[in-house]
């Protein structure tokens, strides 16, 4: 099972709104509403942003928000700030019983 | 509040093995899905293996297949990972994490993570 594909990296000055997008298969991204993104901060645990496409966990920011479009998905992040450097991942269930994630997308608050 | 703890990593040389911990606290351990994930050095995250909350369903990606074995302990609120044949490419931070329930996929909660490294 290949990754899921990310840019490599983004940036946005503080204010600013950023797109990341991840690029699946007919066989993960886009046969299942169960695309999640992750946050992860040099040496912390990575932490769920979004789940099931476009869900928002409870005590995460409304300036999240995740959409997809048929083996695409995408995490917009509105009003950017400091805080929100970091990596982001993405994750989907697959066909063969089994979950992949993103390359990863470093996000650069300019 | 949920708290997932990992142990038991640490320098092994290649085709050694290794057996790691995962203490749970916080949450009914015997009702949740649980999951292990790893990250090499400076990459990116890494399904590994997933276990259903009886343990009577385990799934393993490809690349550990064979040499690593999941499996829980509902008494002791505990998660394992033991992995044998160990490989430089095996290198990596091993974090648990916790299924969100009814949601196929969502890594809701994760530990802090294990350093394994695997060297001679």
């Known amino acids: 099972q290949s990754a899921l594909t990310q840019t490599a990296s983004v940036s946005g000055s503080p204010g600013q709104s950023i797109t990341i997008s991840c690029t699946g298969t007919?066989?993960?991204?886009?046969?299942?509403?169960?695309v999640s993104w992750y946050q992860q901060h040099p040496g912390k645990a990575p932490k769920l942003m979004i789940y099931e496409d476009s869900k928002r966990p409870s005590g995460v920011s409304n300036r999240f928000s995740g959409s997809k479009s048929g083996n695409t998905a995408s995490l917009t992040i509105s009003g950017l700030q400091a805080e929100d450097e970091a990596d982001y991942y993405c994750c989907s269930y697959a066909e063969t019983r089994t979950w992949v994630f993103g390359e990863g997308t470093k996000l650069t608050v300019l | 509040e949920v708290q997932l703890v990992e142990s038991g990593g640490g320098l092994v040389q290649p085709g050694g093995s290794l057996r790691l911990s995962c203490a749970a606290s916080g949450f009914t351990f015997s009702s949740y899905e649980m999951n292990w994930v790893r990250q090499a050095p400076g990459k990116g995250l890494e399904w590994v293996s997933y276990i259903s909350s009886s343990g009577a369903t385990i799934y393993y990606a490809d690349s550990v297949k064979g040499r690593f074995t999941i499996s829980r302990d509902n008494a002791k609120n505990s998660l394992y990972l033991q992995m044998n044949s160990l490989r430089a490419e095996d290198t990596a931070v091993y974090y648990c994490?916790?299924?969100?329930?009814?949601?196929?996929?969502?890594?809701?909660?994760w530990g802090q993570g294990t350093l394994v490294t695997v060297s001679s």
């Open positions: 007919s066989s993960d991204v886009g046969s299942y509403n169960l």
């Open positions: 994490a916790r299924f969100l329930p009814y949601s196929y996929g969502t890594f809701e909660y």
